[in-house]
């Protein structure tokens, strides 16, 4: 779960390891305050969860403001949060768009800025909560992050909740999410001065104390020690074991594909729809036991470094430029570098790696030759395209079975293996 909340932190254009930060700030005061022990089980979900739904407003945050997703919602993150700071944010992201461009902007922001704002909230948050909940958090979590976005003194959104209304644990959480935020990019002392600063406003004025308190006592030099991880979790007690369960990383590996297939309309159920393939196709090519689950998982989070891609580009209906397609074919080698931290993903890494790697050696990202591709990353990359060719996408429409089964037979031997399109046919039975 760790390891994949890195992925969080690439959609929210946080550096890597932002979740895990937040979850140990939030521990520290949960600690201070006096809160029982048990408590620190939701604290550590809700923080490390807190962007589960942040991939699902990327689209419309790209659509309302103009600009890359995760630049906007990095920089908002230690911005103000009225119009004119969105409006400047989103301005000063496109210094090349000509004036009347920026003004026609400015005026669609006035006029449905803070309802659309308030609709793409609404959305991220419900989102968040609904992959918490199909993980396996309790409802005190899946309700604290719906309102982690809420502020002190009523003016946060989705809900304009005030004061005590807003859940404990959610104030908790946001303000070490801004304090790590700020010490990250402003350093120490401006995170402390912003804490300061926002108690009342943002923050419930009731831990600005306490956790200024620990800042004193070296709070923010902790984050870089090598056990923080090991604190981290620790609150997680004994779910750690009943967490490695097979049913249940597969429901986290699903509720991460989930994540990813939102982040663009266009993927819709992309990521499901292509493990359901390959899962059939692995079946009649006789896998079974850990490697037809490692296809199955491979298959879900093979596109997990989407996530890092921005909207900008993701859903682009022109021709990409050479530096976009560079940014493009990065995402393979971020799902590998993400899912390489997970002990037990070793396999799956390598299937997720390779979905775009062609036998004739010149797929991405690392030009692998046919020798290197297994037949579980052959399986993966085969389901993956057809999928793609038979749905809709920006630049054209979806194509019918036959005629994606008719173009990935002649490109067969040199981009995709052979045998394992021979298996493909019946596609409704086998992704049953
Ligand atoms: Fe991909
Ligand atoms: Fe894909």
Redesign the pocket.
Same mark, same amino acid.
């Given at each position: 779960m760790a390891a994949l909340s890195v992925a969080l932190d690439l959609t929210e254009g946080q550096r890597a390891g932002h979740a895990l930060h937040t979850a140990y700030l939030a521990l520290k005061l949960a600690d201070r305050i006096g809160l029982p022990q048990e408590t620190g089980r939701a604290v550590l979900y809700t923080a490390l969860l807190k962007d589960a739904g942040c991939s699902s407003n990327a689209a419309a945050v790209t659509r309302i403001f103009g600009i890359n997703d995760q630049e906007l919602k990095a920089r908002q993150s230690v911005a103000g949060r009225s119009m004119l700071a969105m409006a400047y944010l989103s301005i000063r992201s496109l210094p090349n768009e000509p004036l009347p461009l920026q003004l026609r902007r400015l005026i669609v922001l006035a006029l449905s800025g803070t309802r659309e704002r308030r609709a793409v909230e609404e959305l991220r948050c419900e989102r968040g909560a609904d992959i918490a909940r199909k993980i396996g958090c309790s409802d005190e979590v899946a309700q604290a992050i719906m309102d982690l976005h809420e502020h002190w003194d009523g003016r946060g959104l989705p809900r304009g909740l005030r004061g005590d209304a807003i859940p404990l644990l959610s104030r908790i959480v946001t303000i070490s999410a801004g304090l790590d935020i700020f010490a990250s990019v402003r350093g120490p002392a401006v995170a402390r001065q912003v804490v300061r600063e926002r108690s009342g406003s943002w923050y419930d004025p009731d831990l600005t104390a306490p956790l200024l308190e620990l800042c004193d006592g070296g709070l923010l030099d902790e984050l870089a020690s090598p056990s923080l991880k090991e604190y981290v979790f620790s609150a997680d007690g004994d779910r750690a074991i009943a967490f490695s369960d097979d049913a249940h990383i597969d429901r986290i590996a699903s509720a991460f594909a989930d994540i990813v297939d939102a982040k663009s309309p266009w993927t819709g159920r992309h990521s499901q729809r292509v493990a359901a393939i390959a899962e059939g196709l692995a079946r009649r090519l006789g896998l079974s036991g850990d490697r037809l689950r490692h296809v199955r998982i491979g298959a879900l989070l %093979? /596109?997990l470094?989407?996530l890092g891609v921005p909207n900008t580009i993701l859903d682009k209906t022109e021709p990409l430029a050479p530096e976009e397609w560079a940014v493009?074919k990065r %995402?393979?080698q971020l799902?590998r570098e993400i899912l390489r931290q997970i002990e037990l993903f070793a396999a799956v890494a390598e299937i997720a790696a390779c %979905? %775009?790697e062609r036998l004739d050696g010149k797929g991405y990202f690392r030009g692998l030759s046919a020798e290197s591709l297994g037949l579980s990353a052959r399986v993966v990359a085969v389901a /993956?395209v057809f999928e793609?060719m038979t749905s809709e996408r920006p630049y054209r429409p979806a194509m019918t079975e036959e005629r994606a089964l008719a173009i990935m037979r002649k490109s067969s031997g040199d981009h995709l293996a052979a045998e394992v399109i021979a298996a493909l046919s019946d596609v409704d039975s086998l992704a049953a």
């Open positions: %093979h /596109d470094g989407k493009i %995402h393979p799902s %979905h %775009h /993956d793609a």
